[in-house]
């Protein structure tokens, strides 16, 4: 190639990359009227949608979700949950049977769209069930909006999964998913995963909604509640304003959030209190002996969000509600729909405290859960166990302790699915939950044990001031994480989350001299870890010796757990490790592997030695 083409070439290439390495993030205005046919469980809707393309990319096509397509008989969760059969998702189900199968007729889920225009123009659009796919009239250029207007109408399902009429606790309506809304598109394209009933991913929006409902019922939202002088529940010298039909007009309005959801219902209270810097707390539920536990909430809620505001980054919004909709729990931008129905106190608050945390890990740290569950419930629950740890102290050896015992169980099960699977594409109910919430938490929990508890913290941290309201992807925080603690850790990600590989070391012999002892490890796993050693003396001393792993190519320096002595490295290929102390067998009370307990290993029984 003659020099003055190969310039060319390489500025062509340059370009190319950069382009492709540029971050961009589209962005949606909403602008909705809601009807709502309380006796019929129907709804009018009108929606202006602007919608801006902030990619290089020129759009001729754009997709919306029609989420409540799916809960219907022979729809395509149906399909799914009837040939998984028990392996499936146990909230789909009754006695093995999909509960979907046997939705009446006048209960099944729908959303019926009149039309769809674009400035104006009617447009050609097509129902793949709960997928849009709406032909252009005019392409979207790159840095530029448009606006589309629709009309539709749509029946309230049955309640079988997050949305829907009359749950078992009797709330009226859970309008979650309720909407046509416009699908993501990033550098993957367009983000069209059919509702089997799991995930989501969306564009950061506005909403400016009204919603117009019966006059005796009161509205719970994720949102700015525009008019609450004038409905029912949030203000006690509201002048309730009806029209001819007895209806009230709620106002809602949101910004820069994913989603939006609210829930209606006659019997429900209303009581709000503000966390010192924010954000100001609605709690929306039927007041009645089984949820007693709500009137019990304020002060660990309060203490929830301060600790998630120093450790995790600072909640943005002005406003959280957590509202009763009767069916598990479910996050969305601003609220969250949880059962009503709780124990005790710390029963509510496990509930409340992961739900919660969505608000970090999948609202304003918005990665794609349909493609990284692992990220949006495992991160979830990490912040979960982590606020819970200090909302309810327990003498255990770490926080995680219980998520690491409950995934060693499950593993023995020999039914483990890899974490790196798309969230509706598990065969196994179980296994997706294992694969997505417990090893993405504990995705984290060996991290810190990795790279030392303080690097993970200023990960977590870093990680929040990069990315909050954005959409990260697991390569953004592994590129954070490898920056903090100067280690490569693309190795463990590889592991962890693409394989079922597990992490098996033992102690295999000890031998004592008259001023030492000799310990080999071996490792019987498939996953090579470092590995902190300790040894404990009859006066209670602990001494920890770490074993780096050469892959990290740096070492930890430090840890909450406990000081340390560093060792000559533990190469991966080699399968046993000997380590020399210099404590004889009778100044020894006990040695082992990770005295804190933090290490995912599935046969921690020869990981200790009692010296007698």
Known sequence: ????????????????????????????????????????????GKQTLEYTNNSPDELNVVYFHLYWNAFKPNSMMDQRVSSQGKNGDGRLQKNGISTLSSIPKDQEGSQNIHWIKQNGKDLKFEVQETIMKVYLAESIKPNSTTIFTMDWDAVIPQQIRRSGRNNREGVDMTMTQWYPKIAEYDYDGWATFDYLGREFHAPFSDFDVTIKINKDYVVGAGGILENPTEVKGYDAAAKIKTEKDKKTTWKWTAKNILDFAWSADRDYSVESFNVPEGPKVYLVYQKNDKTKAWGESQPYITKYFQIMNNHFGKYVYPTYAFIQGGDGGMEYGMCTMILGEAKNIKDLMGLMAHEGSHSWYQQMLATNESVRPWMDEGFTSYAEGYTMYQLFPEQLPNPFIERLNAYRNFVKKGIEEPAVWLGDHHDNGTAYTYASYVKGELYLVQLGYIMGEQNLAETLKQYYDQWSMKHPSDRDFLHIAQKVSGMDLKWFHNYWINTTKTIDYGIKDVKYDDKSTTITLINKGQVPMPIDFSVMTKDKKVVTYQIPLNMTHTWKEKDIYGEFKTMPYWAWTQKEYTITVPYNKSQLSALGIDFSQRIADVNPEDNFVEVK
Do not use: C
């Open 1 to 44: 190639m003659r020099k003055s083409a190969a310039i060319i070439f390489a500025f062509i290439i340059s370009q190319f990359h950069a382009q492709q390495g540029a971050y961009y993030q589209q962005a949606a205005k909403y602008k909705m009227d809601i009807d709502v046919n309380a006796e019929k469980f129907t709804y009018q």
